[in-house]
């Protein structure tokens, strides 16, 4: 180091110090106001009920009383929330002590004389006097030029407009426990130094965040205001969930106020994905926006009524059961169920429905029907047509709650409740006699106490036996949906173009409905056709959607997911060489078929990765048909490793080679399989010999070590090392996206094992790009 550079040094480790100092004082005075608040949320808990005026004696008194309780709640919430606030500050204090910054910009605006001095961490921090910014947030906008420009002239927007000037010096810092680790003078990109570092460490079971080496075309990922949708095509490993989440950390900031962390949701593949990035926004001192996976959604909607299949059974399928002798069948109705041309045809067909062709269910009881299916037919129908299905619906609704009401009265007086009254419990009877004692205490009337118990148990009895019924009309049970939607595909729907094996694909879905399974392809079009009946509010809660490896999603799924947040901005991050799902069936994806108005959407390619070493990408990109135009990083490693072997031997090549990757330290080490009983049987002959984990797909963390895990579950997740179990069953042109993912999770290496030859996949991939090793 020179002399200048080291006379830079100190002073900048100075300023750390001093600005470590400054955190510390705001730290204990943090500290102390976190305490006060702290006993006054204990003490408003404790003594809760002693503020509150409690008297129940009168209509009046009870209103008092309500009144009192709530501005009791109301305080103590609020200090609630002051305190979660405090502590939130004093956790970011804590970080930025341990790290405060990690660039700094010296920055000349134009027609100023003097350079600001601009030091970026992840959140901002005012010196004593409240005066000035010891530290920006990476968030304000002036620290944009620190991702977009290299010193020389440079620009930043900002609400009131753009600001031109020149950066005079741009340098990064590794800070830890307050001392400076590290200190570049940097040029055109966040430099290469800073993420060697971060790249060339090990993986960890949790993703991090990239805050200091987001790059320039990531930063307008994350920065981008503009556009209602934001579609991401970003190679494997080229930082789309990091953007995502970063993103994210940037809405909470810039629209602070208006928006926050339940105002924005993040659909991820699995729950295994959904622990895995949830780290990154707390380490960026923020709450964690709401996650869901879109089966769960699915589920929740129809999983009362029928087994759903997940996307995970249905791949397995079609990994396994090609000679089932309704595969092609199943896999044609797939395709055709994932277009926008099968929505179209429900949309046909629903208003057809509007004249004629709804099926009801009979209202019955004790046995009996009691209003039929065909008069719910005739009264819907007998409403104006010009009204939509779904209020022509609640009419229904209300009409039936009516009858069941009058009926109920009715019921009353029959024989059978003085039958059923006989048989009660011990417990019905206090009930009614508790319930009687209650009614007399405001009521006026003398009446023989026996006649008003009988009349009250059977009241009861009614009750109880009609609760079934009212709760079939209130959940709107009476329109029979699985026969509706099944009849959906008897129908004529003229221009529209259906597919050769329609009556075949219409037979094989009546069979799983009719049985109550719903296939994944199915559970969207069906939930669809029932939201275009029923009606269904569209949800405004949530402003921001976040989709991650969208290339999963069927345009009628997104039209759906659409449909469900029509006011809601849009990121849908996806990679259409890692389309899983579409590769093996050749269905759609929405990555590649969104339309929309221009204006509204922003695009952005990512062709540049991060993850893998330049010898991994070298080998992987050689797998996909625009694999060209893939820039690895420049982080060198070991070439990739094909070991050729049999069955017999196949354990003992993968253990020898854990044993080898442990012993070079990695900590994080995946046995990828193509199918998840294929990693159940790998786990059982491999962990008499070694520590292993199953990851399956309800697994919600993995840990480090060796993770034995199917191949669909492993996207969106890396791991220091990958042994992919057999290569020679990926044996189907169908299957190479899935090949292509699985062996991009390797950071520094990759291992594949091939117990019966090479896989054809690979015919196209240069010999120089991987190593071939014999172990037979
Ligand atoms: N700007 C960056 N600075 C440092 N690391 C980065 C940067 N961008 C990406 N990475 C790292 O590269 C790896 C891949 O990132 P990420 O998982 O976000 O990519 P992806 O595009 O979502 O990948 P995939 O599609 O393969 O799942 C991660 O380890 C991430 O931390």
Not at 13 to 29: A, L, M, P, T
Not at 708 to 721: N, Q, R, T
Request: hydrophobic share 35%.
């Amino acid at each position: 180091m020179s002399e200048w550079q080291s006379k830079d040094w100190q002073m900048e480790q100075k300023r750390v110090h001093s600005v470590v100092s400054e955190i510390d004082n705001k730290i204990n005075r943090l500290k102390k106001n976190t305490g006060s608040v702290t006993s006054d949320v204990l003490e408003l808990r404790k003594t809760f009920w002693e503020d509150v005026t409690v008297n129940l004696d009168e209509p009046d008194d009870m209103i008092e009383t309500a009144a009192s309780i709530k501005q009791q709640a109301e305080l103590l919430s609020e200090r609630e929330r002051t305190h979660r606030q405090l502590d939130q500050q004093l956790k970011t204090l804590v970080r930025l002590r341990y790290s405060p910054y990690f660039g700094r910009i010296d920055f000349l605006e134009e027609g100023e004389k003097a350079v600001d001095t601009v030091y970026l961490g992840i959140a901002s921090l005012m010196d004593q006097q409240d005066e000035n910014f010891l530290i920006y947030d990476w968030r304000a906008p002036i620290s944009s030029l620190y991702y977009d420009y290299p010193p020389g002239p440079a620009q930043y927007q900002t609400p009131a407009g753009v600001i031109q000037g020149e950066m005079k010096l741009k340098r990064q810092f590794i800070i830890r426990a307050a001392e400076i680790k590290g200190m570049f003078d940097t040029g055109v990109t966040i430099g290469d130094e800073m993420l060697q570092e971060v790249l060339g460490a090990g993986a960890s079971t949790q993703m991090k965040s990239i805050v200091a080496t987001i790059q320039r075309e990531q930063n307008a990922i994350i920065r981008n205001e503009k556009s209602k949708y934001l579609i991401v095509q970003g190679v494997a490993g080229s930082g789309k969930t990091s953007a995502a989440l970063q993103r994210v950390a940037f809405l909470l900031y810039r629209y602070r106020g208006t928006i926050s962390s339940e105002n924005i949701m993040l659909f991820s593949p699995n729950p295994l994905f959904n622990s895995y990035v949830a780290t990154v926004l707390p380490e960026l001192g923020e709450e964690n926006m709401q996650q869901a996976t879109f089966q769960e959604y699915l589920y929740q909607r129809i999983g009362k009524n029928f087994a759903v299949e997940d996307p995970f059974m249905q791949m397995e399928y079609l990994l396994k059961q090609e000679e089932d002798p309704d595969y092609w069948i199943r896999l044609e109705g797939i395709r055709f169920k994932a277009s926008l041309q099968f929505k179209d045809i429900i949309d046909q067909y629903t208003r057809n429905l509007s004249a004629d062709g709804l099926i009801f269910r009979d209202l019955t009881f004790r046995g009996e029907t009691f209003i039929s299916r065909r008069d719910i037919h005739q009264y819907f129908y007998s409403l104006d047509q010009s009204i939509s299905i779904p209020n022509r619906i609640q009419l229904v609704k209300e009409w039936l709650l009516r009858e069941l009401k009058s009926a109920m009265k009715r019921e009353r007086t029959r024989s059978w409740v003085e039958e059923e009254i006989q048989f009660l419990d011990k417990e019905d009877y206090m009930e009614a006699f508790k319930q009687l004692q209650k009614k007399q205490r405001f009521s006026e009337a003398t009446f023989d106490d026996f006649e008003r118990e009988q009349r009250l148990l059977s009241e009861m009895v009614v009750k109880q036996r009609f609760k079934p019924l009212f709760s079939m009309v209130k959940n709107l049970k009476f329109i029979d949906m699985p026969q509706i939607y099944l009849q959906l595909f008897n129908g004529d729907y003229g221009a529209n173009e259906l597919p050769p094996k329609w009556p075949q694909i219409s037979r094989l879905t009546a069979k799983q409905i009719n049985d109550r399974v719903m296939p994944y392809e199915d559970a969207v079009p069906y939930a669809y056709l029932q939201d275009l009946i029923e009606g269904r509010k569209a949800s405004t809660a949530i402003r921001h959607i976040f989709i991650d490896e969208a290339q999963d999603y069927s345009p009628f799924q997104f039209a759906f997911i659409h449909r469900l947040f029509p006011y809601s901005k849009m990121t849908l991050l996806g990679d259409y060489n890692q389309a899983i799902f579409s590769g093996v069936t050749e269905a759609e994806t929405v990555i590649n078929g969104f339309a929309t108005a221009e204006e509204d959407l922003a695009t952005f390619y990512l062709t540049k990765t991060y993850r893998s070493t330049k010898e991994i990408v070298e080998f992987t990109k050689a797998l996909i048909p625009e694999g060209g135009k893939i820039e690895p990083f420049n982080r060198s490693g070991k070439k990739p490793v094909v070991t050729l072997t049999d069955r017999m031997r196949l354990h003992d090549s993968i253990i020898e080679r854990i044993n080898e990757l442990q012993a070079e330290g990695y900590q994080t080490i995946a046995i990828i399989c193509r199918t998840s009983e294929e990693s159940k049987q790998a786990f059982k002959a491999l962990r008499k010999e070694v520590q292993l984990h199953l990851i399956e797909k309800g697994t919600l963390t993995y840990e480090k070590g060796v993770n034995v895990i199917p191949s669909y579950l492993a996207k969106g997740i890396e791991f220091d090392a990958v042994i992919l179990y057999d290569i020679s069953q990926y044996k189907r042109e169908r299957e190479r996206k899935l090949f292509y993912t699985v062996c991009t999770r390797a950071m520094h290496e990759l291992h594949l094992m091939a117990a019966s030859g090479m896989n054809a996949l690979m015919n196209n991939i240069p010999q120089e790009t991987y190593r071939i090793e014999k172990k037979i």
